[in-house]
């Protein structure tokens, strides 16, 4: 398998599935979602910058069911979602990757079991350019060698212009101008493990704080090109089609070439939380997440510009994590 079919169907693999995991729109056969009685009170959200609008937009569509509950929210990057958990000062940590095992290991050596980790999506890592530019596509090798230092998934040469990465006339000269994420951030490191093929970034890159800030950049920016979730995508830029490491086919960042597995960077999206091995979920917790793998919570993540889950999945997902 190449890696382009690997990144979310490996996770996929790991849970037992053999189920369809994704889909383009949202899975009529999705179970609607039913209000229970005896929720009220606040909830607090910390982590990812990516997953700040979907939990945001949660947060709205859960109030509807439950107007006594206050969902309090944060996302200054992913790796601020373990330490808030750990220490309970958040109910969720929404996550754009899998937890390290050194925050595993820490958030079982305080509470003494392990975080419980809600696959809630699929986001697409998005390519962008600027609107004006016309390139067609990229490689993942490409990719890396207009991101990298070191060049790991073997391009030949490095590209630092639009000439190098096969443009001609008026762009073939134009230097290329990179705008990426911080470290805190989980799309910076999958980025890094699956576009760079685990290398390092080059110095020059243009670090921004947040998702919308980089495609800001690209924005303003002609000769420029980023990387952040699809769900951030704008009118002043363009997603660039990409092919895996093996070349061939290039793929357009849709929901439908994610389901497939075809477009190479695809990733599934995480709530992290502390469910008790006994004791269970809190209850408001518990049904924050059954509304979330719901029809309306999927209906929030398709109009968010995410990919769904399908209904096979999300029961696969509530069965595993206790939530049917």
């Known amino acids: 398998m190449t890696m382009k079919k690997s990144l979310v169907l490996g996770v996929v693999a790991a849970l037992g599935m053999s189920v369809s995991i994704a889909s383009a729109e949202v899975d009529p ?67 754009s990757r899998p937890m390290r095992d050194s925050e595993q290991r820490a958030f079982e050596e305080r509470h003494g079991f392990p975080a419980t980790l809600v696959p809630v999506a699929i986001d697409m890592i998005a390519v962008y350019v600027n609107k004006d530019n016309p390139i067609e596509g990229l490689s993942i090798p490409q ?54 093929c685990g290398g390092d970034f080059r110095p020059t890159v243009n670090e921004q704080p947040g998702s919308s800030a980089v495609v800001r950049g690209v924005e303003q920016t002609l000769n420029g090109i980023g990387y952040s979730g699809i769900g951030y995508r704008t009118s002043g830029v363009r997603v660039v089609p990409l092919a895996g490491t093996d070349g061939g086919e290039h793929f357009e960042a849709t929901g439908d070439n994610a389901a497939t ?18 004791d269970g979920w809190n209850p408001m917790e518990k049904e924050f997440f059954r509304m979330v793998l719901s029809q309306e919570g999927q209906g929030v993540v398709h109009r968010d510009g995410y990919v769904t889950l399908s209904a096979a999945a999300a029961e696969r997902f509530s069965k595993e994590m206790n939530l049917d």
């Open 143 to 196: 990719v890396d060698a207009i991101f990298s230092a070191t060049r790991a998934c073997g391009h030949g040469q490095d590209i630092g212009t639009w000439g190098a990465a096969g443009m001609t006339g008026a762009w073939a000269n134009r230097d290329i101008t990179i705008y990426g994420r911080n470290a805190v951030s989980g799309t910076y490191g999958f980025f890094k493990e699956n576009a760079l």
């Open 261 to 278: 597995g075809d477009y190479p960077l695809a990733r599934f999206l995480y709530v992290a939380a502390n469910q008790h091995p006994n």
């Open 29 to 95: 056969n999705l179970p609607n979602y039913e209000r229970v009685s005896g929720i009220s009170g606040n909830l607090s959200s910390v982590g990812s910058d990516t997953l700040n609008n979907l939990m945001t937009l949660w947060a709205e569509e859960f109030a509807k069911f439950y107007p006594n509950v206050n969902i309090q929210i944060q996302g200054a990057g992913t790796s601020t979602a373990p330490p808030a958990l750990i220490e309970g000062t958040s109910n969720f940590g929404p996550m």
